[in-house]
Structure formats: C-alpha cells, structure tokens
Nanobody, 127 residues
Framework: HVQLVESGGGSVQAGGYLKLSCTASENTYSYCMGWFRQAPGREREAIAAIELDGITDYADSVKGRFIISRDNAKNTLSLQMNSLQPEDTAMYYC???????????????????????RGQGTQVTVS
C-alpha cells in the first residue's frame, strides 16, 4: 500500500488561507486521490477529488474556496484552502486508491471516503 504523509496544517484566523501537502511513498500516476476532513463528533466529509487526468471535483461546502492539485512527477497532492471559516476546522486527510482495471473514472468526491490508503491527518483550526 502506498504511504501518505500530510503537512501544512495549522491555526489561522477566519478569512485566512493554508496549503496542505501530501507526499506519497510511490509513483502516483495510477492513483485516484483526494481529501476528506473530519471534525470532532461529525462524520467524514469528502471535500475534494482529482482524477488521473487532473479533472477535479469538490464538495459544495468548499467549492470556489479550495483548489486540489497533483504533481505526479513529485508524487504529491496539494489542497490550497482560501477564505477559511471556523466551520472548516477539522482534521484533514489525504487519501489515494489505485484506479481499478476496467474503470475510466475515480468517481469524484463520492468515492473519496472509500479509499483504503490514508495519511495520518493534519489539523486545521480556524478561529
């Protein structure tokens, strides 16, 4: 299984920004990737996904504020988070899943929380 390590979390004031990064232990060319978050007492929320060809998908809660991107040459996934609000406070997780043979799409945010490879998470706190 690919190992994922997130970085870039922290504490910011409302309206601020952060950029999360995720580094994979192996080549990511064949992996569907995404981010989900989880706040205490709440369910996991898939917030962003990116296909192998770079097509992106976002949850309505972050659309227009967050940008997901990938750099397969560096085995990295990023999440630029702008206009952060207190409700964005959560632990953020990078996830990845190898695209199954016979499938042409990763499925967008609908499948992110099902991915089996997950990082340890990075905390984002907005006050």
């Amino acid at each position: 299984h690919v190992q994922l390590v997130e970085s870039g979390g922290g504490s910011v004031q409302a309206g601020g920004y952060l950029k999360l990064s995720c580094t994979a232990s192996e080549n990511t060319y064949s992996y569907c990737m995404g981010w989900f978050r989880q706040a205490p007492g709440r369910e996991r929320e898939a917030i962003a996904a990116i296909e192998l060809d770079g097509i992106t998908d976002y949850a309505d809660s972050v659309k227009g504020r967050f940008i997901i991107s990938r750099d397969n040459a560096k085995n990295t996934l990023s999440l630029q988070m702008n206009s952060l609000q207190p409700e964005d406070t959560a632990m953020y997780y990078c996830v990845a899943e190898r695209l199954l043979v016979g499938f042409r799409t990763c499925g967008g945010t609908a499948t992110v929380t099902l991915f089996t490879n997950r990082g340890q998470g990075t905390q984002v706190t907005v006050s």
